[in-house]
């Protein structure tokens, strides 16, 4: 174990780079061909009334988040994926203004395509810019 005290402080930042570089790789089309084809219409859930495993789950994903968007940071002067690890990061984290930012990147055209025709090979329906069915407060959206 003290043998890992002495790694060289450039090779964990490779190491870090290299699996965040494959997780982004793998996990941010695996995340849009799984998510509900409604994502982009309605608000964003509450924190309020959910179940404490729902809590837990949702404080380890932006506790992640944290994680990566400080990798990100130093990531952007040393060695890796600085900018797409904090991309990744963004996208964890519960910001303000989160949603409207997804909403206006995700209906560009030729993204939204892109990101159709990613769920289509994944056998899912396609993102819904817009909707007329009623959302979870009960207004169209």
Known sequence: MSSL?????????????VVS??????????????APADLLVGP??????????RLLLRLLKNA????????????LVGPGQGLLTLIVAL???????????????????KVLKLVNRLRERAGRDALEPYSDRPSRSGELR
């Open 21 to 34: 570089f494959v997780v982004c790789i793998v996990g941010i089309p695996l995340y849009l061909a799984r």
């Open 44 to 53: 964003a859930l509450p924190w309020r009334g959910l179940s404490p495993r």
């Open 64 to 75: 992640l988040g944290l994680v990566l968007f400080v990798a990100g940071l130093i990531m």
């Open 91 to 109: 996208g964890l984290l519960d910001l303000p203004g989160k949603r409207r930012l997804q909403r206006r990147l995700l209906l560009n055209p």
């Open 5 to 17: 005290h002495h790694v060289p402080v450039w090779v964990w930042l490779t190491l870090v780079s």
